[in-house]
């Protein structure tokens, strides 16, 4: 009966609660062994700051890292928020009920299950019957588990002198793949970019991307959710729930693989038409989703939807110091082919006259505003003011570069204030080594959406401008 | 199931098919009221590619050449002949239906002959669609300048729009299609017609 009641509790989105900020973890083959997973988990746990109970579990006993260890589940106290499994596939399926029968969530870290074959196949089966039976939920396993940086419960193994975990953020991070996942997020940590949330769903015997799409999409924290797909747990399913997430925040997805057809139709055009993944590139424009091609452009597109505005029409602004980066980012705004076929604005008469007569007289005031490298922090602030007002612009692209001896650290600081307070969406370009990193940092910090090239920076422009059709769409069809 | 019974089909839900008749033996010639020239085709559930094999016999002018068509039709396949007016001018552009296996059943349009042939200038999206999607698959596609007015030629978008609705209702309330190929469709000036149609059931 308590089964059944646990089972009923753990239906609702809000469930996953307890598995972002558990209040305690059990870790199921702790090791003395720092080459370990069973050792590493425990030491992510202490050293991210989870304030949580830890119970490390092995029949060995003794103490690992401070923590008391308990010779089995059932020695432990009380029932857990989370387990993790960190043995391998076979003795995991050993002693999984004894972990079910006392945690709310559970993830078999092992691989060795479905993705060899019939016989990790049925073993997959067996945890998923003894999970249902106690009502308790599977992430995994063949998975890297999850990483939460607001409640520093971390069960992923890479070599933290080799590797960097990203901070607290707003963004949240599905991925059916661990590998790629800790990958895209070990580079972006390069910007101090910060996630609210990363799981790795793995071989997806239970909870599947859709069930978190929907907590996350509710979730006051994630801003904006990003989803690494290989293949859909059920296509229809997902549609559904990022119809309904879209409307409240952004949906970025890396689809990769190709979708398999069924035989009789492939004798038919459309069969054979329906090759690459064209039905999902129609699926995800009919529920709101827009979708990446790789990883940098996976969170690129995230931050730029977590932290710009939906940007409602074509005409684009460009601020720049530097002429040719003037440019060639008008030819990456205007081309069709390489480039996001939008317009540069046409700057009123009025935005004109201003800039020139009371902000940079020595600067051209076409589209692109090429200021020179004689434009100092307050011109920026001057011509960010003025277009800002003018009728003609739907969103601006600033390039802060820090190289001229004019331009300082408070640039940032102007530029934060017009993405805060503007009218217009901003999107901020930036090029340059260790000093330009630094200021990335900076931005980033500040929840501006920065980008360290122009071709990124145009694309995120892009893809604002995507996320206010996709707005207008979501409505247009719902009526 | 065979062109006829797949255009019979398409009729019930509105869209629009050359006037026609199924025609057995040369006897029945006598009978049709169709407005000459006419295309035979051979009415057979297993050849799916008609042209492929001989099976389409285009311009026939009068009672007699029809006559002929239906003979050779009758002998060289041992079935009968769907008779269709002609149909002239237009854009070629292709419907389709498939089963994804992610995603269920999905619609697509492009359009036809070499634009789908060469550069797959094909869009899709899932069954069922609202008018929103249809016309955005209609200014998705590469060759979108064709549909909007080009050289003279002039399209009635409004007609593929509803074919489109049309296809996606008729698949909805008979999920057993598993793939169907509208090729070609002639979109014109005052309406789009279904020149070939072939449907595949589970």
Sequence with gaps: ?479 | MNEYEAKKFLKKYGINIPPGTLIRTPEEVESIDLNYPLVAKVVRDDIIHKSDVGGVILNICNEDELRNAIRKINQKFDAPALVEEMQKGGVEIIVGVLKDSTFGHAIMFGLGGIFTEVFRDVTFRVIPITDKDAELMLSEIRGKKILEGYRGIKVNREAIIDLLLSVSKLVEENPQIEGMDLNPVLAREKDCVVLDAKIIEK
């Excluded at chain 1, 091609?293 to 110091?321: C, F, K, M, N, W």
């Design chain 1, 1 to 479: 009966m308590s089964g059944n009641l646990f089972n009923f509790l753990n239906l609702s989105p809000s469930m996953f609660d307890r598995l972002i900020n558990p209040d305690n973890v059990a870790v199921v083959g702790a090791s003395t062994n720092p080459k370990k997973i069973g050792y590493v988990v425990l030491e992510n746990l202490k050293n991210n700051g989870y304030k949580g109970r830890v119970y490390p579990v092995n029949p060995k006993g003794g103490e690992i890292l401070g923590y008391k260890v308990y010779e089995s589940m059932e020695k432990v106290p009380e029932d857990v928020d989370l387990a993790v499994i960190t043995l391998p596939a076979e003795l995991t399926v050993k002693i999984f009920e004894s972990v079910a029968r006392k945690s709310r969530f559970v993830i078999p870290i092992a691989g060795g299950f479905g993705e060899t074959g019939e016989k990790g196949k049925k073993m997959e089966d067996e945890i998923r019957n003894i999970a249902r039976k106690y009502g308790t939920r599977i992430i995994g396993p063949n998975t890297v588990g999850i990483y939460i940086p607001s409640t520093g419960v971390n069960t992923a193994l890479v070599v933290r002198e080799r590797s960097r975990f990203p901070g607290d953020g707003e963004i949240a991070f599905i991925t059916q793949s661990g590998a790629l996942g800790l990958l895209t997020m070990d580079s972006v940590s390069m910007y101090d970019v910060g996630f609210s949330a990363f799981i790795n769903l793995g071989n997806r015997v239970d909870v599947n991307e859709n069930e978190l799409l929907e907590y996350f999409g509710e979730d006051k924290k994630s801003k904006v959710v990003i989803m690494y797909i290989e293949s859909f747990a059920d296509g229809r399913e997902f549609m559904k729930v990022a119809r309904k997430v879209s409307k409240k925040k952004p949906i970025v997805i890396l689809k990769a693989g190709r979708t398999a057809r069924g035989g009789k139709a492939a004798s038919l055009h459309t069969g054979a038409l329906g090759g690459s993944d064209a039905v999902a590139d129609g699926a995800f424009k009919q529920c709101g989703v827009i979708r990446a091609y790789d990883e940098i452009e996976l969170v690129d597109y995230g931050r730029a939807l977590a932290y710009g505005r939906p940007v409602r029409g074509d005409r684009i602004a460009v601020v720049t110091s530097a002429g040719g980066v003037g440019v060639v980012t008008t030819d990456y705004i205007e081309s069709e082919v390489r480039g996001i076929g939008m317009k540069m604005a046409d700057l009123s008469e009025e935005t004109k006259k201003k800039i020139k007569e009371e902000v940079v007289p020595f600067a051209s005031v076409e589209n692109p505003i090429d200021m020179t490298a004689q434009a100092s922090d307050d011109d920026y602030d001057g011509v960010l003011e003025a277009l800002n007002e003018d009728e003609n612009v739907d969103a601006i692209l600033v390039y802060a570069l820090f190289q001229t001896p004019l331009i300082s650290e408070k640039l940032v600081d102007i530029i934060t204030r017009w993405h805060r307070k503007g009218k217009k969406p901003l999107v901020v370009g930036t090029i340059g080594s260790d000093f330009a990193l630094e200021m990335m940092k900076r931005f980033e910090k500040n929840r501006v959406p920065v980008f360290p090239s122009i071709e990124r920076s145009v694309k995120a422009l892009k893809i604002l401008r995507e996320r206010a059709k996709i707005l207008d769409y979501l409505k247009e069809v719902e009526e």
